[in-house]
């Protein structure tokens, strides 16, 4: 795995605090103007259970600033998300196994399996 190129700042008792290292690791989103939410509670998605659920939204619209006139004007699909998700993958989580993406508009939600919580520790 390509850790070592990560600097985590949390505590050693948080090493294996996955909300705190998807915290760590959705700074970058934060620091653009996105919003993140990180939350083991989503009753929407009833098929995710034990999980944590990453919600990402552009509610300024700086990534989607032609959303809803442009109805393919999407969150999903740019950059910072996708530098995100390559993120998650040097923690060796797999799309569908580990987490699963909800998304449309102006929001994307990651979806973490029980499974793919288990996988998230530095």
């Known amino acids: 795995?390509?850790?070592?190129?990560?600097?985590?700042?949390?505590?050693?008792?948080?090493?294996?605090?996955?909300?705190?290292?998807?915290?760590?690791?959705?700074?970058?989103?934060?620091?653009?103007?996105?919003d993140?939410?990180?939350?083991?509670?989503?009753?929407?998605?009833e098929e995710v259970r034990g999980g944590i659920f990453v919600v990402i939204t552009d509610k300024d619209k700086i990534f989607c600033p032609r959303w809803p006139d442009d109805g393919l004007d999407w969150l999903w699909g740019k950059s910072i998300i996708t530098t995100f998700i390559e993120k998650l993958k040097d923690f060796g989580l797999k799309y569908d196994r580990h987490y699963r993406v909800y998304a449309g508009g102006l929001s994307v939600t990651l979806a973490?399996?029980?499974?793919?919580?288990?996988?998230?520790h530095l």
Request: proline share 0%; no cysteine; glycine share 4%.
């Open 1 to 34: 795995m390509r850790l070592q190129k990560y600097k985590f700042f949390i505590s050693e008792s948080a090493k294996d605090d996955q909300m705190a290292i998807l915290k760590e690791l959705s700074l970058d989103l934060s620091d653009v103007g996105l």
């Open 112 to 120: 973490f399996t029980s499974e793919g919580r288990k996988s998230i």
């Open 36 to 45: 993140v939410k990180i939350s083991d509670r989503d009753t929407r998605w």
